[in-house]
T-cell receptor
């Protein structure tokens, strides 16, 4: 298995632009998680899905952030409009079930100028 | 909900010494406690985990202990090596939640 796949690996965009991050979980995993990591705030859970259904989005910072999981093999995290303070590394992770070991993707490093 | 506290935030040791990182959790129903290692510029990766039905687990130079009564668990690294330098995260999962709650991380530096 290729593990969790994320794209793009790096994204540089200007303030106000829409950003879409993509994630393909490990095949057979039922839970998917989006995290944001910064030096100041550490690793923050943004949202997670069980069987493609959003379970907890309390970590989503603002309405500018949205996430979807249209099927078991694909999820997106969208920021519209983006702001410089959104600059961070965004990780996607998946697990067999919600409380099991999570496997992280390589992350997307987002820079908003 | 669950809350996980991790200490210290930074730890510097000499090569060959031991390192200990401690975490406390709030949800007495928590039953799974993984530890992740994140090297600079890379993703967090699981290094060891423990479930609430055991008190200690060891894998070569790494061990984790769990005290359910006190609601704390610790990571022990013996004979540290420079390649152990990384950020370590503890996490806890409670039956009342569907996800892991992570500590803030400990930056471990092993000096040769």
């Amino acid at each position: 298995d290729a593990g969790v796949i994320q794209s793009p690996r790096h994204e540089v965009t200007e303030m106000g632009q829409e950003v879409t991050l993509r994630c393909k979980p490990i095949s057979g995993h039922n839970s998917l998680f989006w995290y944001r990591q910064t030096m100041m705030r550490g690793l923050e859970l943004l949202i997670y899905f069980n069987n493609n259904v959003p379970i907890d989005d309390s970590g989503m910072p603002e309405d500018r952030f949205s996430a979807k999981m249209p099927n078991a093999s694909f999820s997106t995290l969208k920021i519209q409009p983006s702001e410089p303070r959104d600059s961070a590394v965004y990780f996607c992770a998946s697990s067999l079930q919600g409380g099991d070991q999570q496997y992280f993707g390589p992350g997307t490093r987002l820079t908003v100028t | 909900g669950e809350n996980v506290e991790q200490h210290p935030s930074t730890l510097s040791v000499q090569e060959g010494d031991s390192a200990v990182i401690k975490c406390t959790y709030s949800d007495s129903a928590s039953n799974y406690f993984p530890w992740y290692k994140q090297e600079l510029g890379k993703r967090p990766q699981l290094i060891i985990d423990i479930r609430s039905n055991v008190g200690e687990k060891k894998d070569q130079r790494i061990a984790v202990t769990l005290n359910k009564t006190a609601k704390h668990f610790s990571l022990h690294i013996t004979e540290t090596q420079p390649e152990d330098s990384a950020v370590y995260f503890c996490a806890a999962h409670g039956r009342s939640q569907g996800n892991l709650i992570f500590g803030k991380g400990t930056k471990l530096s092993v000096k040769p």
